[in-house]
């Protein structure tokens, strides 16, 4: 008789407790829906993070920053930063904040006067990468390499005054390149030689 009182209590303890972790299972997970999810929530300030066209984003825009924020999640794939003031992009900037989901970046109009050949190190899913109207005079040419899955180049109206030999690494997948409105006087015959199959190439409005 007493064996079968425990094992009533037990069974009745049990099911109490699998309710009991249903429900704050689900409460959890509603929450988290609300929020848009914990990577919405770790953003820099001034910074809005937000779904946009499907992709995790950071918009930060126009805050006259001088560094990546360093709070941003590493989920993030979309970061927008136009208009700031950055001038130094460092080796393995990206990476070092941990995010290496990118696969859009933007930063167009930001005082950028320097890339380390290694900036982009190790963002092996980036699909887009918007430089333009930046004052970039020439680019290693290794700058872009590991970057297999670029598709989209935006260089445009940055003073670059020369394109070397090789001046692209090996980029399978690259598809447009954009140097409109820059200062480039000199071509290599070889600059584009990694690059066979690209199928826009803007170079418009150069010396």
């Known amino acids: ?39 919405s929530l770790n953003c820099s300030t001034g ?25 941003l999640s590493t989920e ?15 080796r393995e900037e990206f990476t070092t904040l941990g995010l290496i989901n990118l696969q859009k970046i933007f930063l167009k109009k930001s005082n950028i006067k320097y890339l380390h050949r290694e900036t982009f190190k190790n963002l092996k899913i980036l699909v887009e990468l918007d430089l333009s109207e930046n004052l970039i005079e020439q680019l290693d040419k290794q700058t872009f390499s590991g970057n297999d ?4 180049l935006l260089l445009y109206g940055n ?15 690259l598809r447009s390149i954009d140097l409109h409105s820059c200062e480039i006087a000199s071509i290599d015959e070889t600059s584009f030689s990694n690059v066979d199959l ?10």
């Open 159 to 173: 003073p670059i005054k020369r394109l070397i030999a090789d001046q692209f690494p090996v980029l399978p997948y």
């Open 198 to 207: 690209l199928e826009l190439l803007d170079l418009k409005q150069n010396q």
């Open 149 to 152: 899955r670029l598709r989209i």
């Open 47 to 71: 910074c809005h993070c937000k779904w946009m066209s499907g992709k995790k984003s950071a918009l930060c825009n126009s805050l006259n920053l001088t560094q990546f924020p360093a709070n």
């Open 1 to 39: 008789m007493q064996v079968n009182w425990v094992n009533s209590f037990i069974i009745t303890y049990l099911s109490f407790f699998s309710l009991y972790s249903s429900t704050v299972f689900a409460i959890l997970l509603l929450t988290k829906i609300i929020n848009g999810g914990d990577w």
């Open 76 to 90: 993030i794939q979309v970061l927008m930063m136009n208009e700031n003031n950055l001038q130094t992009l460092n």
